[in-house]
């Protein structure tokens, strides 16, 4: 069986070309991360700030979103994992006061 999914366009070249939001991984952001709202997600793959190198998982990069903000001034992260052939599949998405991070891989 096939898990539905929203299909994201990366808007970064050489990174990712597609990344998949799952529908039980957008109900666990619904559930565990409720402030985070579905369109922040989808720009912060659209159109990152900066992408980064996950410091936990070898297989993720970290989309970081500097302009989507909760009302802490934390900005968005969306840990994305690399699935191969320039597809990706959001993992969570959460709002961070984090100032550290793996290596960049993108920046504005």
């Known amino acids: 069986m096939v898990e539905p999914y929203q299909l994201i366009i990366c808007g970064v070249p050489g990174v990712l070309t597609e990344v998949r939001l799952r529908e039980v991984t957008w109900q666990h952001i619904r559930t565990d991360h409720s402030d985070v709202p579905y369109r922040a997600i989808v720009e912060t793959i659209e159109d990152p700030c900066i992408i980064c190198q996950s410091k936990t998982r070898s297989d993720s990069v970290v989309f970081v979103n500097t302009f989507s903000v ?22 969570s998405a959460y709002f961070s006061a984090s100032s550290t991070h793996g290596a960049v891989i993108w920046e504005r």
């Open 70 to 91: 909760n009302r802490h001034g934390h900005p968005l992260r969306v840990p994305v994992a690399v699935e191969g052939n320039g597809i990706g599949r959001v993992s």
